[in-house]
């Protein structure tokens, strides 16, 4: 593929099977998200970020979803029309502890492979251990369509 054929919906469709990919813990799927350089910053407070090369990012979803229960839902997707970028919102449900995070990333996309190259994480709040959810103070998540529940709690 040309530089030019990764059009918004391709890299829609990457977010997508990226997310997809999380939340079955598939290591290869995951690596095959990334270009092998690839960074994922986040917010202070987590241990040994950022996260350094597709190996590396994909161990530790991996290891999210087998320690802490994740599970990841997109709530909302903006894709430039331009360039190589997006902003995506999202949710990580920590159904283990049955708390959930809210949060944004922008990715940058690499040019010529159409692999993600970066992405940089942002909370919607510093994350409270005592909240079920993490998430911003009086937002309408309900009424915009967010979802409440991760597929797994409403599975029970």
Not at 108 to 126: L, W
Not at 141 to 155: I, M, N, P, T, V
Request: glycine share 6%; hydrophobic share 40%; charged share 25%.
């Amino acid at each position: 593929m040309t530089t030019s054929e990764y059009t918004p919906q391709y890299y829609v469709a990457l977010i997508r099977r990226y997310f997809d990919a999380c939340n079955a813990a598939d290591y290869d799927a995951l690596v095959d998200c990334f270009t092998p350089d690839a960074v994922h910053y986040f917010p202070a407070g987590l241990p040994d970020v950022p996260w350094r090369g597709a190996d590396a990012i994909a161990r530790k979803w991996v290891w999210c979803v087998e320690t802490l229960g994740s599970q990841w839902t997109i709530e909302r997707i903006i894709v430039s029309h331009d360039s190589s970028e997006a902003m995506i919102e999202w949710t990580h449900w920590k159904n283990k502890s049955g708390t959930a995070l809210r949060g944004a990333e922008w990715y940058d996309f690499d040019p010529a492979t159409g692999k993600i190259a970066e992405i940089r994480a942002y909370y919607a709040s510093p994350a409270d251990k005592s909240a079920a959810i993490n998430e911003l103070v009086d937002f309408d998540y309900a009424g915009r369509g967010y979802h409440l529940k991760s597929a797994s709690e409403a599975q029970r």
